[in-house]
């Protein structure tokens, strides 16, 4: 007998491996924490497998989790699609949005959930991906607008404002007097060659303590005391700290969060929305 899988299990497991964890979870999916943890122990008793690793408020994919996930993803794209190829089209207004991981909380569910209520009849639909991706997309007219994280700014964005860059490691702090100093970040991330650049200024030997593609195991890793990565101040994942000036490790300067804005998107809906960007990801916000 065949069986199908509950997709809002599936969007709950994805939302829990791209956060690290139930809280920032229930908070991008818009639920109660009880809820997203239902949901993926559901999914588990039913397909009789452990999908995390669940460890000092820190949930890691499993080897079946991250095997779920990849199909997952595939099929959450799918059902996206379809529905939207075979629903009427009853909202008013429907805006292409793509924000890294990196800055989603905790601003984004604040902004949606504002604008959900002023405009009740608008849809936003929102990607969350790695800033070089997003680029990617936003070239090939994927999107109608998106932010990044990079440094420095480059021509053509509008820059909304400039966070400090900081490391961060595990709460004992020890993987930051190793040497060679150890990095976790992913290839893609916009933050590893300005890390390279500085520790090679500084006369720092390092070497990588990760290869792979998943922000979560990057995560797990420096909170394991494996390794140091750097990320936006304010934006330190849960089971990591930011290093302070007694870590030894060179200053990394400033990242900018961007805007890019195609200018397709007209009316109402679309002011509103980048209004509530520049307010919630400002220099202020």
């Keep these: 007998m065949s069986r199908n899988l509950d997709t809002n299990a599936l969007r709950a497991v994805i939302a829990v491996a791209d956060t690290g964890g139930v809280t920032r979870a229930a908070g991008v999916l818009n ?13 588990e008793e039913a397909l009789g497998v452990q999908l995390f690793h669940r460890a000092a408020r820190k949930m890691t994919p499993s080897s079946e989790g991250e095997k ?3 199909y997952a993803r595939r099929i959450l794209t799918l059902n996206d699609e379809l529905l939207m190829q075979l629903a009427p089209q009853s909202f008013d207004a429907e805006l292409r949005l793509g924000v890294p991981y990196d800055i989603i909380s905790p601003q984004m569910p604040a902004i949606l959930r504002d604008l959900s209520i002023g405009y009740p009849k ?3 639909n929102l990607v969350s991906s790695y800033s070089k991706t997003l680029k990617e997309g936003f070239q090939a007219g994927a999107f109608d607008m998106i932010l990044t994280t990079e440094f420095p ?6 820059v909304l404002s400039k966070r400090r860059l900081v490391w961060i490691g595990s709460p004992d702090q020890g993987a930051a007097a190793l040497r060679p100093l150890r990095l976790a970040f992913k290839e893609t991330c916009f933050f590893r060659p300005v890390a390279h650049a500085a ?7 390092w070497e990588n303590a990760f290869d792979g593609d998943s922000e979560t195991v990057v995560e797990a890793t420096v909170a394991a005391g ?7 101040e304010g934006q330190v994942a849960q ?5 302070d000036a007694n870590a030894g490790l060179p200053d990394l300067g400033v990242s900018y969060i961007c805007l890019y804005d195609s200018g397709q998107a007209k009316g109402d809906v679309a002011e509103a929305l980048r209004a ?3 307010q919630g990801y400002g220099a202020t916000g």
């Design 31 to 43: 639920l109660t924490q009880s809820a997203v943890s239902m949901q993926v122990r559901r999914l």
């Design 68 to 70: 779920l996930i990849s």
């Design 122 to 124: 608008m849809r936003i």
């Design 153 to 158: 700014p480059p021509e053509g964005a509008e």
């Design 199 to 205: 520790l090679d200024a500084a006369g720092i030997p």
């Design 226 to 232: 494996l390794g140091v990565s750097a990320r936006i």
């Design 239 to 243: 089971g990591c700290v930011a290093l």
């Design 276 to 278: 509530a960007l520049r």
